[in-house]
């Protein structure tokens, strides 16, 4: 019940004393790590609208690889809205086209350092925790391919809408590159699809075009690409005519199983990934990947 205590206790005494909050720190266990980007150059921007829902956008070029600058700043922005008494939802969206985001960037785990590795693997652990565990509503308007790391953010909001388009995809493709994915992840995208689905998914790293993605409740709606941030927005408006403290309470209850066990898990992972990535072999698969994106991009 450790996360219950940490998450919906704040939110009880804010409604209960007048809207002061009782708890002032809403960190994860060892989170004040690492908070601050090292990058001056802003990633990501929030625009408000007057209904109260924040529109995040992601905007590191050319495909939203998430490095450490980009988790750190994402981290904070989700730290920040959750904060906010003027923002009651939060639609995650990119500013880059035909991209949601790549997934994690592999020049953060390609001859990396065990040191540099390990900040990598913590930035995203803290950005993961600060999202699932928000009680506001969040809502992933998927306007472009979500492979890996952009499947385990859009499988993290409460709701997915994604655009239409033979070009896009959405899925954990990790052992496509010679990654498995870590059991947080794992969890996450059972929640999501169902186990069945989950297991054979994983496995052959599968990548799931908008029409699959809806059969198998990858996301929850396949749209136009010019409806996706209307739809994104009119279903945060659903979500917030809801009573708030029940709502929030429902979410917190339904997510903290997983929240508990990344707690308790999250320091084995980060040796057990420091210890996979340096392996020779992976980092062989690693650098054969970026070789291959390379000769891509060079075409």
């Not at 990633?43 to 995040?56: F, P, Q, R, T």
């Not at 306007?143 to 859009?154: T, V």
């Not at 997915?160 to 070009?167: C, E, H």
């Not at 005519?241 to 997510?255: E, F, G, Y």
Request: with cysteine; aromatic share 8%.
């Amino acid at each position: 019940m450790a996360f219950v205590a940490r998450r919906l206790l704040p939110m009880v005494g804010r409604a209960s004393n007048g809207g002061q909050n009782v708890w002032q720190s809403r960190l994860s266990v060892g989170a004040a790590r690492f908070l601050c980007s090292e990058s001056s150059e802003k990633l990501v921007s929030v625009e408000k609208s007057e209904d109260k829902i924040a529109i995040v956008k992601m905007h590191r070029k050319p495909v939203n690889a998430m490095n450490y600058p980009l988790l750190s700043q994402l981290r904070n922005t989700f730290d920040e809205l959750e904060e906010d008494r003027g923002v009651k939802a939060i639609v995650i969206s990119s500013d880059v086209r035909g991209i949601f985001s790549a997934g994690l960037d592999i020049t953060e785990m390609y001859q990396a350092t065990d040191e540099s590795a390990r900040r990598f693997w913590t930035s995203l652990q803290d950005m993961w925790y600060s999202l699932y565990t928000a009680g506001k509503p969040t809502i992933a308007a998927i306007d472009g391919a979500s492979p890996a790391g952009g499947c385990l953010m859009a499988c993290t909001c409460d709701y997915r809408i994604m655009a239409q388009s033979d070009k896009y995809s959405i899925g954990l493709n990790e052992t496509r590159l010679g990654i498995a994915a870590p059991f947080w992840f794992v969890e996450l995208f059972i929640s999501v699809v169902g186990h069945r689905r989950a297991e054979r998914a994983l496995q052959l790293g599968t990548l799931f075009k908008p029409d699959q993605a809806l059969e198998v409740g990858l996301v929850d709606e396949v749209v136009l690409s010019e409806q996706v941030m209307e739809r994104a927005i009119a279903e945060a408006g659903e979500y917030m005519k809801i009573n708030n403290v029940a709502r929030r309470l429902t979410k917190q209850l339904v997510r903290e199983q997983i929240a508990d066990r990344f707690l308790e898990g999250r320091d084995n992972d980060v040796e057990m990934f420091v210890a996979f990535v340096m392996q020779d072999a992976v980092q062989a698969s690693l650098g054969m990947y970026l070789e291959a994106l390379q000769k891509k991009a060079g075409k």
